[in-house]
């Protein structure tokens, strides 16, 4: 019992993190071939910022989680600075892209109440932004710091978890 709990404090976060970066590539890549790549119409240049951005959160969550393993606390210190401010991005960034494509489907693909769940990324940005914000307010308290990050980065896998089939009907 002792040698499991031992390994789950050591690489927890570590292994969460390439988990949700397998959720993230699994989940769009069912999807992001005929929804992006190859789309008629276009999507809006802002979907493909949004995307980056996000993708970069996962990856930053990896590096982040990596050099807490290495013991490279300094590193992470610094490199937290760079999170925060993709964070702050983030949110306005999700909301933005939240209405643009509800607008997008509503005028150019025709789809009827394209807007009814915009509650849904409005309340992920706003969660998103408070937790990291708490985050970042404990970011001397490890034991807080690390459980509201990872609790911040599960929220942003939502919408990668809707795209497995039969997950949602």
């Known amino acids: ?65 990596t050099l807490v393993r290495l013991h490279k606390v300094s590193w992470h210190r610094f490199f937290g600075w760079f999170g925060a401010g993709l964070a702050t991005v983030m949110v306005p960034l999700g909301i933005g892209i939240a209405i643009i494509m509800a607008r997008f489907d509503t005028v150019q693909l025709h789809q009827s109440d394209a807007d009814a769940f915009l509650a849904v990324p409005f309340y992920d940005m706003i969660a998103f932004g408070v937790i990291i914000a708490l985050a970042i307010y404990w970011r001397k308290r490890p034991e807080f710091h690390r459980r509201l990050v990872f609790v911040a980065t599960c929220g942003l896998m939502d919408a990668a978890i809707a795209r497995f089939p039969g997950l949602i009907s």
């Not at 002792?2 to 993190?17: D, E």
Request: charged share 5%; hydrophobic share 55%.
């Open 1 to 65: 019992m002792t040698q499991i709990k031992g390994f789950l404090n050591r690489y927890f976060y570590f292994s969460m993190s390439l988990l949700m970066a397998a959720i993230l590539v699994s989940g769009f890549s069912r999807t992001i071939n005929n929804s992006l790549f190859h789309a008629a119409p276009p999507r809006p240049l802002l979907l493909w910022i949004h995307g980056a951005a996000f993708a970069s959160w996962v990856a930053f969550f990896i590096a982040q989680s």
